[in-house]
T-cell receptor, first 113, second 113 residues
Framework: SQQGEEDPQALSIQEGENATMNCSYK?????LQWYRQNSGRGLVHLIL?????REKHSGRLRVTLDTSKKSSSLLITASRAADTASYFC?????????????FGTGTQLKVEL | EAQVTQNPRYLITVTGKKLTVTCSQNMNHEYMSWYRQDPGLGLRQIYYSMNVEVTDKGDVPEGYKVSRKEKRNFPLILESPSPNQTSLYFC????????????FGPGTRLTVL
């Protein structure tokens, strides 16, 4: 399986509820990033958490990182219909040729009115 | 406006007909990268460039070429396209390869018949 796998693959919630997505990875990392993609469009960076950080907030987003379990979670609070999108985690790790960003397969979030 | 641009946005071509997808960024970023996105596989890196005249293979480089003669441009070349290269392609850039958010272009949807 790939470095960086999201869980669940798809999530459907009602507006106002919280959405939690998880990401697991295999090797040690420098940082972990979350991106959002609206259908068929380019990815947009949401938040970056470094390997020495455990939690980070940005607006309605909360990201946690547990390096001992090699996992991260993205929480979107008070979801809105406009949050409907695919969310990807990306692990940034050092390789022989420099740093490498590897994306997971994504979680499709649908927020219904 | 800071952005990554790609052209064309949509392309339908036939097997074996050489094509180039252009990518340009206006943020003076050192690092540029090409990804392809396929259903169920997430984003996979094709090639990346850490600076002018420095390029390296990503995870799926077969059938592709790139060049980085100028800092702002990073074209993707398919010398002899095949149907398995039908995909959604994204160019991305960042300040460096180390722990920076990546800025994505809008994508190029390529169909090879």
């Amino acid at each position: 399986s790939q470095q960086g796998e999201e869980d669940p693959q798809a999530l459907s919630i009602q507006e106002g509820e919280n959405a939690t997505m998880n990401c697991s990875y295999k090797t040690s990392i420098n940082n972990l990033q979350w991106y959002r993609q609206n259908s068929g469009r380019g990815l947009v960076h949401l938040i970056l958490i470094r390997s020495n950080e455990r939690e980070k907030h940005s607006g309605r987003l909360r990201v946690t990182l547990d390096t001992s379990k090699k996992s991260s979670s993205l929480l979107i609070t008070a979801s809105r219909a406009a949050d409907t999108a695919s969310y990807f985690c990306a692990t940034d790790r050092h390789t022989g040729g420099g740093n490498k960003l590897t994306f997971g397969t994504g979680t499709q979030l649908k927020v219904e009115l | 406006e800071a952005q990554v641009t790609q052209n064309p946005r949509y392309l339908i071509t036939v097997t074996g007909k050489k094509l180039t997808v252009t990518c340009s960024q206006n943020m003076n970023h050192e690092y540029m990268s090409w990804y392809r996105q396929d259903p169920g596989l997430g984003l996979r890196q094709i090639y990346y460039s850490m600076n002018v005249e420095v390029t390296d293979k990503g995870d799926v480089p077969e059938g592709y070429k790139v060049s980085r003669k100028e800092k702002r441009n990073f074209p993707l070349i398919l010398e002899s396209p095949s149907p398995n290269q039908t995909s959604l392609y994204f160019c991305a850039s960042s300040w460096t390869s180390e722990g920076n958010e990546q800025f994505f272009g809008p994508g190029t949807r390529l169909t090879v018949l």
